[in-house]
């Protein structure tokens, strides 16, 4: 399940319990006061007054799991009336996974994913860019990849992406996804930079980022041509 961003005043804004009600959305069943509370290192009194202003919000659901010995032990999931942000349910994320894990991963169809993906990047990148470097770098900053763009001494321009957006995704199917932004990547080139080439797309451990972009024929931007 998605999270909205909450309003300042709504009971998700409070950041350990925007944790809690995500990880009971990912888990997917009841769990205990202390599996949560173990889960997200956590003391299990302060996660028990957490997930009790969650109940009364109507985000979750308690009910009394009997135990063998002693008192029946509480247990917490997502209520099925549950309106985060007082909207709707949305899950995107897991529609994502979904999808990726079900596309082949052959020749002919990766070409499709990039064909695709080229034409999505023409439609996202920004119109009227002071240069190439700022669109990319806000293209890129924009689908949360947190980019770092340098420039070699041979004049290749680099973009290191230290977050990357889609790591569940890739973990389902890393050269559909990769693949898919490989095309991204060169459409937004196509429109800040028609004569800009791809040279190098490298992509890294999702939990780890820092996919390499290489690319020849960007312009610096005029600033530095000055200071130069």
Known sequence: MDLPVADPDDVLAQATRARLFTLLGD???PAGTEELAKRLGLHPNGVRLHLDRLLEAGLVVRRRAPQPRGRPRDEWSVSAEALP????????GDLARWLARAFPSIPSRLRDVERVGREIGREIAPAGAPSTEDGLRDTM???GFQPLLERGESGRLS???????YRNSVKENREV?????????RGVLDVLEPSARLV???PNDPDIAGCLIEMEGVPAPRDQDASA
Do not use: K, M, W
Request: glycine content about 16%; charged content about 15%.
């Open 159 to 165: 973009c290191s992406l230290r977050n990357c957006p």
């Open 141 to 143: 900053t924009g689908l």
């Open 27 to 29: 888990l997917g069943r």
């Open 200 to 202: 190098d797309f490298v």
């Open 177 to 185: 996804v990769c693949t898919l932004h490989r095309g991204i990547t």
């Open 85 to 92: 942000g007082g909207e709707p349910p949305q899950a995107y």
